[in-house]
């Protein structure tokens, strides 16, 4: 049994079958093969030796030809390694022996291989690991065949364990069997954790290097409250696994007896419960859990999921689909916010050292109009369906806010000018998610119709913290007084002036945070659609002066952690069955 | 081949390779090696790989300067060994990066 600790970003606990995928995107087989199968095997190792030596072979004669020997040699040097006899010999014996399949063999012997060229003094030398990690591939690929496609025809339930999964790779999975996640890299705004949570299975991301200790069709638990991978469990840890796995379940069907009762605190305040999301589907469980709205529907996934530049029609569906389901209930449209590093089909920024503090969301709009008018004129377009309102990210400067304002009224009247219909008076907002736009709050109140916090950028940039640096993760925390003082700040100076505001980002999903943000004023939650349930049960048994009390303590604590245990233990007091 | 230890033949080379016995100096070795009616082992201190494993000469991680010694066993023992000392001293040196 082995346990590793990684970060936990989306809930709940998944046990079952491992597909592995390497940092290529292949998918890592079966360990062991039967021991009437092991002739079989070695003869298939030795067919796809093969392949591969007649495959290099027709490269090094082709890049002979067109460029040169002094090129075609490194083809002829991997030929020659390939022909390796004492590593035939030693991948027979891992098979005959230890009954490890071909494709097992050959990543374990490689590894090894690949570890002891990166010991080498020279570096000259110890580059040639790459071909070594080349000739994997190969023979991997000749061993695999067609079978190393079909992660998107998976025929059982499976937990993915891949190094980092990129858009494409999540793209092409099969959602049906996906159970969870778990990566070597990636942090809490990791495409992983997005796609994890709009999937609503566990996941658990940057756990560090693991891959090399599992294999397809190993028993992995996926522990999603914790951060935990489990890989070859005991049977006790087991044991133990399966009775909360079952809890669990028995827990959310408790909750979701709540779906039709409104939320509002025991005192009658009328809380609104709304969900974000990054995929049209994910509408479904908003409805499912009785949302009040969509508060933040993010865009990326346009963006993210092809080559090409989405066009205004791409948009238009992906926003159709949802304002429809939502019927009536309001549908808060983010603009794109990303790097102009992650996006595919934009020119790298050639001096982007620091992606989060450089050419991305609202800065990235303004400055590629085109992309940015293409997206307003869907939301625009939309707006005429049902109730929806549009969101800029990042904003930090009014400059900005009223740059975004008047390219959009410029989009508004191409369209008067060709009579297509929209909502003339779509509520514009922004999010507050940077220091500067909480110091110039009154400014901006001025010229919104509402406001959306941005707790994860927010807390990131004010604490100058990158929650995906295992090393400074620590220091991050929502309850900062540094944080909340801010929170503090935004929330009184936009229910004094009665703008509607928000709470998007994971904070707002915990119950922890609850009392203090209906004390500081709070009133609209947009959360992961499967946190409603357990909010709306816990906000149903408070009462609004008791929240205001805890609120106005917690405010004079001066550290995180005494502010955390506070909340939880008052939380407590008032919600006995209240799991943290 | 013929591995009978009744011949065998022994040379001690100097590698002046720029960047010692990287990947296209080992596959020279190893394809020259195969020519022959013998079995061709370079060994250093206490390693000692069969030339035509690649991947096993390239493990090795000579480095320019080092000295290794040649051993050849078989009916071509001789020749082989001659011919491999002659590429790692005359003509891998002049193989440009």
């Known amino acids: 049994m082995q346990k590793l600790q990684g970060i936990a970003v989306s809930p709940g606990v998944a046990i079952g079958e491992a597909l592995v995928m390497d940092n290529e995107g292949f998918r890592i087989p079966q360990r062991f093969v039967a021991r009437d199968a092991v002739e079989n095997e070695i003869e298939r190792l030795d067919k796809a030796i093969a392949a591969a030596a007649a495959e290099i072979a027709r490269n090094r004669d082709v890049v002979t030809k067109e460029l040169g020997e002094k090129y075609g040699a490194i083809f002829e040097a991997h030929l020659q390694m390939l022909q390796d006899q004492r590593l035939r010999a030693d991948l027979e014996e891992l098979i005959r022996d230890r009954h490890y399949s071909p494709e097992y063999a050959v990543s374990r012997k490689m590894r090894q291989y690949v570890q002891v060229f990166q010991r080498l003094e020279s570096s000259y030398l110890a580059e040639r690991a790459n071909d070594i990690v080349d000739i994997e591939k190969r023979l991997l690929r000749h061993l695999l065949g067609h079978r190393r496609e079909n992660i998107s025809q998976l025929t059982s339930p499976v937990l993915v364990l891949a190094h980092n999964l990129t858009p494409s790779e999540t793209a092409n999975l099969d959602r049906r069997f996906v159970q969870g996640f778990a990566t070597e890299l990636g942090g809490p705004g990791s495409h992983t954790a997005i796609v994890a949570e709009a999937l609503e299975i566990p996941a658990v991301v940057g756990a560090g290097p693991f891959l090399a200790e599992v294999s397809g069709g190993d028993t992995v638990i996926i522990d999603g409250d914790r951060g935990i991978i489990i890989l070859q469990p005991d049977e006790e840890t087991l044991a133990r696994y399966r009775h909360e796995s079952r809890e669990l379940q028995a827990q959310a069907a408790r909750l979701q007896s709540l779906r039709d009762l409104p939320a509002e605190t025991a005192d009658g305040a009328r809380i609104s419960l709304l969900g974000n999301i990054e995929f049209p589907y994910e509408v479904e469980h908003c409805i499912d859990r009785g949302a009040d709205g969509v508060g933040l529907y993010r865009t990326e996934f346009l963006y993210l999921g092809s080559d090409s530049e989405p066009n205004e029609e791409h948009h238009y569906q992906a926003y159709r689909q949802v304002v429809e389901a939502m019927n009536g209930k309001p549908v808060t449209i983010r603009t794109l916010d990303l790097g102009a590093d992650k996006i595919p089909h934009l020119p790298k920024p050639e001096d982007e050292k620091n992606p989060f503090l450089g050419l991305r969301s609202i800065r990235l709009t303004l400055r590629n109009l085109p992309l940015f008018r293409t997206q307003l004129r869907a939301i625009l377009r939309v707006s005429a369906l049902g109730n929806v309102q549009v969101m800029f990210p990042l904003v930090s400067t009014l400059m900005e806010l009223r740059q975004a304002k008047m390219v959009l009224a410029d989009v508004m009247e191409d369209l008067d000018e060709n009579d297509i219909d929209y909502n003339r008076s779509l509520p514009v907002g922004m999010m507050v998610e940077v220091p500067a736009a909480v110091m110039m709050i009154d400014h901006f109140l001025e010229e919104v119709d509402f406001l959306s916090i941005g707790t994860n950028d927010l807390i990131q940039y004010t604490l100058a913290v990158d929650r995906s640096n295992r090393d400074v993760v620590g220091l991050y925390n929502p309850s900062d007084p540094a944080v909340l003082k801010l929170l503090s700040i935004a929330i009184g100076a936009s229910v004094r002036k009665g703008i509607p505001i928000s709470l998007c980002g994971q904070m707002s999903g915990s119950i922890t945070y609850m009392m203090l943000l209906l004390g500081l004023g709070l009133r609209s939650f947009s959360v992961t659609p499967s946190a409603i349930p357990e909010l709306k049960n816990v906000c149903r048994r408070l009462t609004i002066p008791d929240c205001e009390m805890v609120a106005q303590k917690a405010m004079t604590m001066e550290n995180a952690r005494d502010i955390t245990a506070y909340l939880r233990g008052e939380l407590k007091k008032r919600v006995p069955d209240a799991s943290f | ?97």
């Not at chain 2, 011949?7 to 100097?14: D, G, H, L, S």
């Not at chain 2, 020259?32 to 390239?58: E, G, N, P, W």
Request: charged share 30%.
């Open chain 2, 1 to 97: 081949m013929n591995e009978k230890a009744d011949i065998k033949a022994t040379r001690t080379v100097t590698i002046r390779s720029r960047q010692g016995l990287h990947a296209r100096p080992a596959s020279l070795i190893a394809r020259l090696s195969r020519s022959f009616d013998a079995k061709v082992y370079l060994v250093r201190d206490h390693d000692r790989v069969d030339a035509t494993d690649v991947i096993h000469v390239l493990a090795l991680g000579v480095m320019p300067d080092q000295v290794l010694r040649l051993e050849a066993i078989g009916a071509q023992a001789e020749e082989a060994a001659d011919a491999v000392a002659r590429l790692i001293t005359e003509e891998l040196p002049k193989i440009e990066d």
